[in-house]
Structure formats: C-alpha cells, structure tokens
C-alpha cells in the first residue's frame, strides 16, 4: 500500500493526542480497507521517513512578549555564512539565559516539547505531561505584565530553511487569575520568502498539523535533548546508563519513537475491533434507522424553509412600518437619542451642580447676608480688640501701680508714714470701686494679635469667594437649565404626532406577536432537526465501519489481521534497521571524543546492537568500566549528543545554556574549538566566568553576535531583564 505508514503516522499526529480515539480507529478502518502493505515495503517507508529528517535550517530571530525574565526582546542570530557561527549571549545567573533557551524550546514544539521530547515527566502518561506543560506555560507569564493588567504572552521563532523562510509564533492567554485558558494556544506559521500564512487543511487539528510540520522541516520533538539543552542535561545525560543514551539517541534521530507509539496504538486498535462482531440483521436495522431519519431530515428541512419563509414576509411589513414611524418627524431615531442624551447629561450635571451650590452656599452664604453695616463693626471691634491693652494680661494691676507711682511724685511731698497710709486708703478705694472680673469684660479675650489679623483676612476673603462663586454657580445652572428646556421643548413636539403613531404601534404589536409565533416554530424546528442530524451521523458512521470491515474476505474482520499484521512487521522492522546505524554512531561518538577529550587513552567506541557501549585504549583494551569524572561524563556526552544530531543531518542548530561550567581548562579549550569547527550554527548562553578572558579570545573570531542580558528593577519590585548589544562591558577573567 503506497505511504500506507506514512498516512497511519500522520493519522496517529492529528488524532492521537484526542481522549475519545474513536476518531483515531475510524481512520485506522478506512486506511486498511483501501489498500495493503508488503513486508518489504515497511522497511524501506521505515528509511524514507529517516531520510526525510535530514536538513538545514539555523535560527535566525526571536521576539518574546511578557515571557518569563522579559517583558519585551528580539534577538538576531546571523546565519553561519560568514565563517562565525556562534552567537553569544551572557547573563548572571536569573537574569534570563533560561528564559531564552525555554522560549526557543517552546515556541518550536509547544506541548509537544513536553510530550515527546524529554521535557515532563519520564514516566508520566500524555494527560500529566500536558498538565506539568500548562503549569509551564503559566509560570512563564512575565509577572510585571500581569500585574499591570495584561492577559497574554507571546513567543516569534524565525528559522532560514533551504527554500527561504519559516516562522513560527505562538501566543498564550490567560485568565484574572493568571491560569491559561483551556486550548486557547494560538498558533501561526509563516513559511518562504513571502511569509505567506499556512493555511491548516480541512478536518485537521490544527496543533498536531503544525507539529508534524515543524517535525518535517526542522526536526521532531524527540530531538530536542540533542540541539536545545542546558550543561546540567548534559551532565545528566553523561550519569544515565549508557544503552539508555544510545536508545535515546538512535529512536530519536529515526524517528523509531513514533513508530513504537504507532504499534502500540494498534494493538489497542486490535482489541477494539476483536470485539466487534459483523451481523446482517444489524447492518438493515441500521439501514432502515438512517432511511428514516433522512425522511425525517428532508420534512424538517422543508418546514424550516417554509417557517422562514413566512418569516421573511412579516418582517418585511415589520420594517415598512418602522420606517413610516420614522418619518412621522422630521427628526431621526438618532436625533431623538441624541436629544434625550443630552437631557440626560444635563440633568446630571445640574443635580451634580445643585449639590454643589449647596455645599458651597453653606460655607459663603453667612458672608453675604451679615450685611455691609455689620461686617464694618465686626472688623471695627476685632481691630480695635487687637490694638488695646486689654489684651495684655491683668491690666487693672498694672494701671493701680502706675497711681500709687504717681502719688510719690506729686509736690509738696509728705512725710512716710502719711503717703503709705494714702496709697493703703487709695488701694481699698480701688479694691471696692474695681468691677468684678474686669478681665473677662473685653470680648475677644482669647485672641492674639495674630489670630485677629486672620479672622479679618478669613471675613474678607469670605466675602470676595461669595461675590465670585455663587454668581458663576447661578449662571452654570441657568445654561443647563436652558438646555433642559430646550431638550423637553424637541421632545414635546415629538409627542404631538403621538395619535399617528399609536395607529401604527398597534399594527406593529399584532405582526410583532405573529413573528414571535413564527420565531417559536424556527426554534422548535432547529432544535429537532439538530436531534435529527446528530443520531443520523452516529448511525452513519456505525453503517459506514460495520460496511468497511465486511470488505475484503470472510475471514471475520480483515482490519484486524491487517492491523496485527502491521504491527509486527513494525516492530521486526525496526528489530532490523535500528542495528545498522549503531557502527555509524559508534564511529561519530569516537571522532567527536577524540577532538573533546584532552587525553589521549580512548581510541575507540563501539556500540553493539544491544545499545551498549564498549571503550577501547590504544592497546585494544576495554577500559569501560573504569571510573569516569563528572568532566569526562560531560564530554562523552557531548560526544554522543553531537553524533546523533548527525544522523539527522549535521546542521542542526545547537543551543546551549551554561555549557562550561564542570569543564576543566582543558575540556574548554577543546570543547570551545569543537564549536568553532563543526559546522553547524551554535548559540551560547554563557556566565562571564565560563567564556572570558582567554576563552573569550579563543572564538573571537568566529562570533557573529553578542549580546548580554541585565536585570533592571524600579524601586526594590519585581523587574524585568533588558538586552544589551555586547558581551559584557568587562569581561571576566
């Protein structure tokens, strides 16, 4: 059957991923009722779909909106060209390199970064490894963003592909309460030199139909350990057991991942089907259920065309009369609720006003009804208050004294004994003459200088506010006054021809109640004829599978062999390829070590079908099981990550976040020029400890582009991370 395994995959990318498979095996039906496969077929489909992976592609831009450490970016990665093909990017540690190896993971695969390429749960099914990818996706919500009221994060990933362009962007949306809506990731891609959209073909998932773009022009989500990944994966790349990193990489680089998730979906397709059984006497009933709904079907249909029919008609007497209506007055409908609008307005504002008025008339009224001849004695005693003694504390004391001082001076002068029985004589006649509480008489007692000379100011400028406001408040009041006036004026004349209207309002009230009658009926219609169509296409689609599993033979049902069959073949298929590109592995890993590793005892690595690892000394000795530093990890590693990216082709991209940090000077050194050397672009997201100084020097010249990544916050809060061209203003040592 020709690109029989290529439709079951495609049908497995757009339907796999749906809770309900019944659409998943009704595809599996129709895909192994139409044609068969050979064993030998399988195989070289098996190839085709690994020699489809190999490709070309670099990155060549990313923006990011309210994403994680950002809250605006865009980056240029320059093409590989020009001879330098790193890029290099350094930050200190949270000031965003994750947060841009994360958006170039995301933006790519989405949910598929989660599900198939390493990024969940290891052993986690589908429905977790989407949940932990919506927790994600929630937590790189830039928080600066939310706070300010915005609802929506974005990822635009631009690749140079052989053919021009592709372009990738991905948007988010969220909630009040920071959770992602459900299925609302929004999903563009633009591809060539036009960047024209692609459109998704009918009937297809839209998310699984990108998916399996992206996986044929750039690469599967399974491979994302192997181009996008941080020095901590790598590291625990190196401490997995071995076979189970040549297994990663062989099934990724092959696709064999794909195709061991199809055998396992035919197996379940298998169990489904056996259950089946195939009976004539059903297969009528169900004709003669799907005849007779498509009766009731048309009858529905012709009573839904004459409902509306009729419908058509008292509308369009309705409209006629509505229209007569109108042109009873001179003014439009809008006129009139432009009128009434502004009646409305200036009421508010005259209420609004009034309160106003109110408010301040009690504060600036008293001013104005004291009266001139008041206020000039008020501000009269207040002065007069001020400048008098009698303010100055226990006057009546101070004037007996300045008497009795008096008395001393007066010629002739008497002798002692007489002028002290005089001045004792003078204050008892003062004592007894002295009204009580003479203190208490002045009026305004309890006022300083000082605060008399407010008052008079208050007084005063009390009745300048007066003078001024309450006026300009009468008139405001008026003019909206007017305008009221003006508007029931219009809207009076509008009820003059209301006796008119009314005749018409009564028509219209009678073609409105036969309407809704008709309206009723249109309900009433479409919702049985919605029963009608929905019971139709399940009896249609039971027909239609029970019909496609009596093609063929009489062997029962001949899906379910072909399908048993399909699936072995699958899985001695891959028992058969997958050994092949061990010896070639084996020899990309041993090249890519020797250039990595700074000493020299490991000549050779073989990996035998069985995924393990063997590793040999110059001497042809097995050195295998000899204790590994956490450096040497890395390095194989690397070396295996680098070899497996070649079965897909050498010119895959490599991102990579802190790819120095548990390398000695040497591994450095050598693992720098590897980058320089290989051919393919590399982008690195360094601390200023890892790549300066002389490690700086050593690639100088092979960078295209540099950028360093700072962390600005306002106040002590929550800030945001901002790029900046350069690697550092002081590189470090």
Known sequence: MSNSLEQLLEAKSMLGSHKNRRRLFLRFDSIFASATIEPGELRNQIAAVHDGLRRRCQFKRIRMSNW?????????????????????????????KTSILDALIAGLYGAASFIDGGRGSAQASEVVRRAEYRSFIERAFHKPAYDRGERMSSVVVELSIPNGQLEIERRWYFDDDGQLFEDDEEVVIRLGKDRDIVAVPQDE???????????????????????????????????KDVREQVRIGIESALGISSLKRLAADLSDYVKDRSRDLVDEDVDAELRRDVTGLEDRQAECIRDRDAVEAEAAVLKQRRDAIVHDMGALTNHSFKDRHETLEAKHI???QLAALRNEMAATASRLLPYLLLGRPLMKRTVSALEKAASSRVLDGNPSELALENLLKALDEIEPKVDLATGSMIKERVRSAWTVSRPANVADQSRHKYLERYDVERVI???????????????????????????????????????????ARSRYSAVLREINGELEAVERKQRENAQQLWHIENELAAKRTNLERRLIQRRGTAAGLPVVDAATTLRIEILNAIDHIVPEYYAALADKVSSNYRQLA???????????????????????????????????????ATSLISAVGGLVGSQLPLVIDTPLGRLDTGHRERVLDFFKNGGSQVIILSQPEEV??????QIAESISAEYTLSYRS????????????????????
């Open 714 to 733: 306002d106040d002590g809060l929550l800030g945001s991370t901002v790029l900046e061209d350069g690697y550092f203003r002081q590189r470090a040592a």
């Open 692 to 697: 300066g100084g002389r490690y700086y020097d």
């Open 205 to 239: 998932d839209p998310i699984s139909f990108y998916e399996s773009l992206i996986a044929s022009i750039v690469a599967p989500a399974s491979m994302i350990p192997f181009f996008l990944f941080d020095g901590e994966r790598v590291v625990e790349l190196g401490r």
């Open 598 to 636: 700074h000493k020299t005892v490991v000549q050779r690595i073989e990996i035998n079908e069985d995924g393990s690892v063997r590793i040999f000394d110059a001497a042809g000795t097995d050195i295998s099981q000899a204790e590994a530093s956490a450096g040497e990890n890395q390095i194989f």
């Open 457 to 499: 100011h208050g007084l005063g400028q009390g009745v300048q506010d007066a003078k001024v406001q309450l006026p300009e408040f009468i008139r405001r009041a008026r003019e909206l006054g007017q305008i009221v006036k003006e508007s029931d004026e219009s809207l009076q004349f509008e009820e003059g021809i209301e006796a």
């Open 68 to 96: 994680k450490a950002f809250d605006t970016a865009d980056l240029e990665f320059p093409t590989t060209a020009s001879g330098r093909p790193i890029v290099l990017i350094g930050g200190n540690n949270g000031n965003g």
């Open 346 to 348: 200036a009421n508010q």
